[in-house]
Structure formats: structure tokens, C-alpha cells
Nanobody
Framework: QLQLVESGGGLVQPGGSLRLSCVAS????????AGWFRQAPGKEREGVSC????????GYADSVKGRFTISRDFAKNTVYLQMNSLRPEDTGVYYC???????????????WGKGTLVTVSS
């Protein structure tokens, strides 16, 4: 059983940056594609970014392209999301996910973290 624990959320001003981390327990993590979703207040959960099991292919939602960067550290069983030029509309709970069953950014995944809150506000 895989457990995912997110960290790095917080309050940041518009234009600022945050780096989210997702640490996985279990050696199987490195065999899965992994990624991030977010859910804004009153909205449905949406895919933000994903990275394949080898780390060589990534995908992004149009709303974050050019601002967010996903990466993974196989030695640390960790996936990161570097978020730059943050906007108020980036506010939400960010969830780590692994084992994408229907492709990048699709919410049919095998494992979810509990989320970390990101608030972008002045």
C-alpha cells in the first residue's frame, strides 16, 4: 500500500513562488506516474501536472503552463511542484496522486495524498 504525504503549502502574495513536495512510502512509487491535482473552493478537482515513471515526460494544465514545473527525485521517493508567478486563481488544496490509470491529468488514479492548502492573496 502506497502512502503519499504533501507539504509546502501556505500563504503567498500574487507573483510569489512555492514548492510543494510529495513524499511516498513504499518502493513501488518509482514505478508509477505521479502528479498533482487541485481543488478550489466550490469547484471540482482538476489536474495540474503529471510526470511519468521515468521522469522523462511531463504534462501540464493550460492554466499553469510556463509557470509550474514538476520533477521527481527517485532516491527520495519524492515528487515536487515548483510554482512560480502565482495568481489568486491558483488558490486551493493541492493533492498528490500516483498510478494514473487513464492518462495524465485524469482523476482515475490509484493513490491520493490528503492535500496541502495553497492560498494566493495580498
Amino acid at each position: 500500500q502506497l502512502q503519499l504525504v504533501e507539504s509546502g503549502g501556505g500563504l503567498v502574495q500574487p507573483g510569489g513562488s512555492l514548492r510543494l513536495s510529495c513524499v511516498a512510502s513504499g518502493s513501488a512509487f518509482n514505478s508509477y506516474a505521479a502528479g498533482w491535482f487541485r481543488q478550489a473552493p466550490g469547484k471540482e478537482r482538476e489536474g495540474v501536472s503529471c510526470i511519468n515513471s521515468r521522469g522523462g515526460s511531463t504534462g501540464y494544465a493550460d492554466s499553469v503552463k510556463g509557470r509550474f514545473t514538476i520533477s521527481r527525485d527517485f532516491a527520495k521517493n519524492t515528487v515536487y511542484l515548483q510554482m512560480n508567478s502565482l495568481r489568486p486563481e491558483d488558490t486551493g488544496v493541492y493533492y498528490c496522486a500516483a498510478d494514473f490509470k487513464l492518462g495524465c491529468l485524469n482523476s482515475d488514479v490509484g493513490y491520493w495524498g490528503k492535500g496541502t492548502l495553497v492560498t494566493v492573496s495580498s
